[in-house]
């Protein structure tokens, strides 16, 4: 849990190491998932691995039963599921429908369950400066009140939703289109494909929408008086739109994205030469 939001922040302990690529060029490796695992583990132990995962869980059960109330509340009674008899005009209004049900349960999830992301973010960026602010989630709670008002329990709030929303919209409009004219009816394995299409769908938009998904976290941390969200690590963010755009012109939109290869570049005459 910790180590995949360490590569997010950008705090980087560990040198990188000169290692070689496919073509045999050297490049230079920063340390990946699990190298930071064991560092994580010298410092702190096991248990460091693990923090913030109390207010991880119980946001995960918040935003579940959010779902299942929302559910029940507006039920799907009429909702038509695709079909292979559909013309393209009727499956695409079955889309549209289903796809603006998920949008709705999953706004009204992500914006209970948010404040305990918000409070699992900052337990564990607390790694970085080896404070104990947030000790507790109760704690933690009156500390954002008392220090932010209610708004400190929804900062980074809107690049998430926006990244939930284009996801969805994204992945089953995707998912629907290449189902309608790419997948042929005579072939034997079409329902097959088609059973898969929207899963790998949603692998490839994820990656997609993972700035989304950068922003928002890096925004719960941010200038909250936490070494790992105040320079030298991080500006004090006005928005979200300004880490965007700081991040993007860093060329930082991605990072944390990937956890076992990660390239740093350098000039090849920073290399000895064998």
Not at 22 to 29: I, N, S, T
Not at 56 to 68: F, K, V
Not at 93 to 120: D, G, Y
Not at 209 to 223: E, R
């Amino acid at each position: 849990l910790l180590t995949g939001f360490f590569l997010q922040v950008g705090h980087e302990p560990l040198p990188p190491t000169v290692g070689r690529n496919v073509l045999g060029r050297k490049v230079l490796y920063l340390p990946g998932f699990f190298t930071y695992a064991r560092h994580i583990v010298e410092v702190d132990g096991k248990r460091g691995l693990f923090r913030g995962l109390t207010p991880r869980l119980i946001s995960s059960t918040l935003s579940t039963i959010t779902r299942g109330s929302v559910k029940k509340a507006f039920p799907p009674e009429d909702m038509e599921h695709v079909s292979n008899k559909d013309d393209v005009k009727t499956s695409l209004r079955k889309v549209v429908k289903e796809t603006s049900h998920e949008m709705m349960m999953q706004c009204v999830s992500r914006v209970v369950s948010h404040p305990l992301h918000v409070i699992s973010m900052r337990c564990m960026v607390q790694f970085v400066g080896r404070e104990v602010k947030y000790s507790g989630v109760f704690s933690a709670i009156g500390r954002i009140f008392k220090e932010e008002g209610i708004l400190g329990f929804f900062i980074g709030l809107v690049p998430h939703i926006l990244g939930d929303v284009i996801f969805l919209w994204c992945c089953n409009l995707l998912a629907h289109f290449i189902n309608t004219y790419a997948v042929d009816d005579n072939f034997s394995q079409a329902s097959v494909i088609r059973s898969y299409t929207k899963f790998v769908m949603g692998i490839a938009v994820s990656m997609l929408t993972y700035p989304f998904l950068l922003v928002g976290d890096l925004m719960a941390v941010n200038n909250c008086g936490l070494r790992a969200g105040l320079p030298p690590y991080a500006p004090a963010f006005t928005s979200w739109i300004h880490c965007w755009r700081y991040l993007s012109a860093q060329g930082q939109l991605f990072r944390g994205s990937s956890l076992l290869f990660r390239r740093a570049p350098m000039p090849a005459a920073s290399f000895p030469i064998d």
